[in-house]
């Protein structure tokens, strides 16, 4: 079925900002639909998000030009052409451009046609998505990675850590993971509230704290495991966010934690993170050093990797070249999958099976501005990825997502599987 036309348009995300939609028409008839994600925390490696710059026009944070690109220029390339070559739209995109990290017409442009694109050959064939972009092959419904406690840039820095998260690691089936989260969340939000520490929502839903230093944050999320009648580490285990590039002093190459007023060497902060990993029920922790020190992931992946699965996010940035090199030096055992970090669905899904083929696990996570599209729970079910990011338990464009895979759950019937320890059983073969 051939492509028609194309269109763009702005719209906000959940922060408020601007970004872009973009909207597929077919020959048929069918429209196809892409919400482009933005990110806070953005790691230096990333394919560029374009923005306007004009301080008069939404703050300069405006996405006319973007969305100009796909009227124009892309809209050309690509009418006529077939809406089931996923690959070759893609790959065309990327060769227009011309550029290492699509910044001549912008990540964000190429992102919401290559995801208009997927919509609207699924709704062409008559199938859901996660049928469509896998081929019929994925089954296995993700492991929710679900934000209790948010920090860093997600929230004003009231905490130096990102995002403390839990994982229902005991969980028998996803709708148990939702259960099991459910109560630990609520069971915080006491907590907090009784300690005069709640100041409302963070950026991905997940509570805005107040806190004397970072490892409190970690004591109340244990408590709050106990207090819902969990065993930590058992039926629910706990997940960090460092982002620790955000820390990172590259001059004088020391992290700094401004909650605590300290600075640490590559080799104290390494440290820091062990004990933490030996002292709490800690099954995650993602990007426990900045994406330009490579002797600190090895000295993490080395001292707790067969038991803790360490990510990488503005490590890799969702990039082959870089996940190929993070393979080599063995500095990690598992990938963060973001699809406006690279800008196209089929490099996305090449990311994710470079991961998988080189026995780590991918986890597909969604971005601190989200929109109300549910795009990447069915990559994650076409995909097999085993995992899913998308922020907390609260406000919509988190819950539309954790909604969607029980959908997608109802759709699968008796050939749906689901993993959730297991899943981390595979570090130690890594």
């Not at 872009?20 to 230096?44: C, F, H, I």
């Not at 220029?73 to 739209?89: K, W």
């Not at 199938?127 to 081929?135: A, D, H, T």
């Not at 580490?233 to 960090?240: C, N, V, Y």
Request: net charge negative; aromatic share 8%.
């Amino acid at each position: 079925m051939k492509i028609e036309s194309l269109d763009a348009y702005q719209i906000y995300d959940s922060r408020g900002m601007p970004t872009v939609e973009v909207e597929v028409r077919l020959a048929s008839g069918v429209k196809g639909y892409g919400l482009v994600p933005s990110g806070a925390s953005t790691g230096q490696f990333e394919a560029l998000e374009m923005r306007d710059g004009d301080s008069k026009s939404f703050r300069g944070r405006s996405v006319f030009k973007a969305v100009e690109h796909v009227r124009t220029e892309i809209a050309s390339l690509l009418s006529g052409h077939d809406v089931f070559d996923q690959s070759g739209i893609d790959r065309a995109m990327i060769q227009l451009d011309g550029t290492p990290n699509k910044t001549r017409l912008g990540a964000n442009a190429i992102l919401g046609v290559s995801m208009a694109v997927a919509n609207a050959a699924a709704i062409e064939r008559g199938v859901p998505l996660y049928e469509s972009i896998g081929g019929g092959k994925g089954t296995q419904l993700p492991l929710p990675e679900i934000q209790i406690i948010g920090g860093g840039a997600h929230a004003n820095w009231r905490t130096d850590v990102q995002d403390y998260l839990v994982i229902a690691t005991g969980a028998r089936n996803y709708a148990e993971t939702l259960e099991i989260t459910f109560n630990v969340y609520h069971a915080a939000g006491d907590l907090m509230r009784e300690r005069n520490k709640y100041y409302g929502l963070a950026d991905e839903g997940g509570y805005w704290p107040e806190f004397e230093n970072n490892e409190d944050a970690l004591e109340v999320l244990v408590e709050a495991m106990q207090r819902a009648g969990y065993t930590p580490g058992k039926e629910a285990s706990i997940s960090l966010d460092i982002a620790a590039s955000d820390l990172y002093d590259e001059e004088t190459q020391t992290y700094r934690f401004g909650l605590e007023n300290k600075s640490f060497s590559s080799e104290e902060f390494s440290a820091l993170l062990i004990d933490w990993c030996e002292s709490y029920p800690i099954i995650s922790i993602e990007d426990p050093s900045a994406d330009t020190d490579w002797d600190g992931w090895n000295r993490i992946n080395q001292a707790v990797g067969e038991r803790v699965q360490i990510v990488g996010d503005d490590l890799f940035t969702t990039n082959l070249k870089r996940i190929k090199e993070g393979i080599e030096r063995k500095a990690a055992n598992s990938v963060l999958i973001k699809l406006n970090q690279i800008g196209t669905v089929t490099e996305t899904i090449d990311a994710i099976e470079l991961t998988q083929q080189a026995g780590w696990l991918p986890i597909v996570s969604a971005r601190s501005g989200e929109t109300e599209d549910a795009f990447i729970c069915h990559l994650a079910v076409a995909t097999n990825a085993g995992q899913l990011k998308v922020g907390s338990f609260a406000r919509s464009e988190r819950m539309v997502k954790w909604n969607e895979v029980l959908r997608i759950e109802r759709l699968l019937g008796q050939n749906a599987t689901f993993q959730s320890a297991e899943i981390f059983s595979k570090l130690k073969q890594l």
